[in-house]
């Protein structure tokens, strides 16, 4: 089911990526580093994504909505997988896990179009 809108998944997007890059001193795990660089990275990675994205929050429009949903997805697999496989799961995981499964359900409850059938980028003929 795909309910989340493209404009709603723009401004979740740019949420999500200060979100993720605060969160390891709002969250108390900035002593960790690979909690803390994976946090940021993925931020980062996310914040670089939706202002290249064609959608309503991208500035240059260079990235497809599939690609973006599909790094979306394959981020969130990544973050939520992190405390596993960069061995810190025994101080902290939970952050990761729950914001990786938030963007995974992002990623797979976002419209691809526009809800006017056309993308942000292309022209509605008459």
């Not at 998944?9 to 969160?23: F, K, N, Q, T």
């Not at 990786?100 to 022209?123: D, K, P, V, W, Y």
């Amino acid at each position: 089911m795909k309910f989340i809108t493209r404009k709603t998944h723009a401004v979740l997007d740019y949420i999500m990526g200060v979100l993720l890059i605060a969160s390891p001193w709002i969250l108390g795990f900035a002593d960790i580093e690979a909690a803390k660089w994976s946090a940021v990275a993925v931020g980062a990675l996310m914040l670089l994504m939706s202002l290249m994205t064609d959608y309503e929050g991208g500035a240059m429009k260079t990235i497809s909505m599939g690609t973006h949903l599909t790094m979306d997805l394959l981020a969130g697999l990544f973050l939520a997988a992190s405390p596993w496989l960069l061995g810190f799961s025994d101080q902290v995981y939970l952050p990761h896990l729950i914001l990786g499964i938030m963007e995974i359900g992002a990623a797979l409850c976002t419209q691809r179009t526009s809800q006017h059938g056309f993308g942000h980028g292309e022209m509605r003929h008459a």
